[in-house]
Every structure is written in C-alpha cells, then in structure tokens.
C-alpha cells in the first residue's frame, strides 16, 4: 500500500505526558498536512508544510504542539503535557501541488486518549 | 467557517442511487469543489471534485449547477459499506480544506 501512512494508531497517555506521532505521506507529495479531529466533528486543519518549509499554522496549533518535517519527507507531531482536551484523532495527509487541483489524500489517523 | 452546507443525516436503500447535495452559494469562479467520505474510526476518502463540469468516476458521480451554487454527489447503487458521512468542500486556499460536519448517510438494507 502505497497511501499516506501514520503510527501509532492508537496512543494513551496520562495527562502531561508528552506523545509524538509519525506521518509518512505518499511518495513524491510535496505538500503535508495536518488535521485534528473530535467526535461529531469534520476535521479541522493545524498546520501545512510544503516540503521542509512549515507554511501555516493555525490558531489551534498551541505552543505545546510543533510539527517538523525534516528533508521534506516523513512529519513528526508532538504534543507536550498533554492535555484531556488533546483527546482526539491526529491525520496527516498530502498532495502533489501543482497548478489547480491539489487533491488531498488522507492518512488513517492518529488516536489519542489523554487520561 | 465551511463554505458549504449539507443536510445533517440522509438514509438510502441498498441498491438505489445516493443523491446527496450540497450548497455553496459564495463559491468563486476557480473554487473547485470536493468530496471525501468518511467510514467511521478512518480518514477521510477522496471521492470525486469538479469545477464547472459534471464529472464521474469509478465511485460516484457529481453534478454541479451551472450558477455553481450547489452540487450533488450521486452513489449510483448504494451499498451498505457506502454508510459513512459525506463531506463537501470548496477548497478555501490551495492548501487547506475546510470540513463542515458533513451528511451521515445510512445505507439499509
């Protein structure tokens, strides 16, 4: 499968422990994002790289929460002391950008659970 | 904010087509628009986008009014592994979508 990847799949944590989530989009994608989802709700964008470059980061993204892209490859999202709000499903997709279309392929997500 | 709207839930029969529709009345003249699914407990889905013509594809069919304000995801013979919720989108920037809650479309038997 050559789709965007994520792990751990499922992450529970305690409260002000700090987790880390991979993402490793699909080969050759130039651009990687980053969602969070919470139940009932559609997902809510928090940050985009274009290759290395980290592009945008939304309001959501607190200072507990930094994303890399080291090389323009596989992302990183780590979340220090935990917060029972950061419960939630983390998902990673990308896309080829290049000119109009700029179709977005969605990984299988992340889920935490903060205790 | 989402720039579309959708009905909250729909239920099809197995078998029959899908119509789900959605509305984008401020959508501008190079806003593409998109749709994704998601089963739950997964991502989302890429299904189909289109810009100003009706477009089909292995998975589904969409129409798009000739105003552009409001489009219609067509599942020509639902099944039950297509009970999932349907996001339509218009793409806000380049590089960000933003969801709405979508439509939570129940297939039965």
């Known amino acids: 499968d050559t789709g965007v990847s994520q792990n751990p799949r499922h992450k529970i944590t305690k409260r002000g422990q700090n987790v880390t989530f991979r993402c490793d989009p699909i080969?050759?994608?130039?651009?990687l994002y980053w969602y969070r989802q919470t139940l009932g709700q559609g997902p809510e964008f928090l940050t985009y790289f274009q290759n290395e470059a980290q592009l945008e980061k939304s309001r959501l993204l607190s200072d507990r929460f930094s994303a890399e892209r080291p090389k323009g490859s596989f992302s990183t999202l780590e979340i220090q002391r935990t917060e029972q709000g950061d419960s939630a499903m983390y998902l990673c997709?990308?896309?080829?950008?290049?000119?109009?279309?700029?179709?977005?392929?969605f990984g299988e997500g992340s889920w935490l659970t903060v205790v | 904010d989402a720039k579309t709207t959708q009905p909250t839930s729909m239920d099809c029969a197995e078998g029959r087509a899908a119509n789900l529709p959605c509305n984008h009345s401020t959508i501008s003249g190079n806003e593409y628009v998109y749709w994704y699914r998601q089963i739950h407990s997964q991502g989302p889905q890429y299904i189909i986008h289109g810009l100003k013509n009706n477009e089909t594809n292995e998975m589904a069919s969409l129409i798009i009014t000739e105003d552009r304000k409001s489009s219609t995801l067509i599942l020509p013979h639902a099944t039950l592994r297509d009970t999932a919720v349907y996001y339509c989108?218009?793409?806000?920037?380049?590089?960000?979508?933003?969801f709405g809650t979508g439509t939570r479309l129940k297939v039965l038997a």
């Open positions: 997709a990308s896309s080829l950008g290049a000119g109009g279309i700029n179709t977005i392929y």
């Open positions: 989108i218009v793409r806000v920037e380049t590089y960000k979508y933003i």
């Open positions: 080969s050759e994608h130039n651009r």
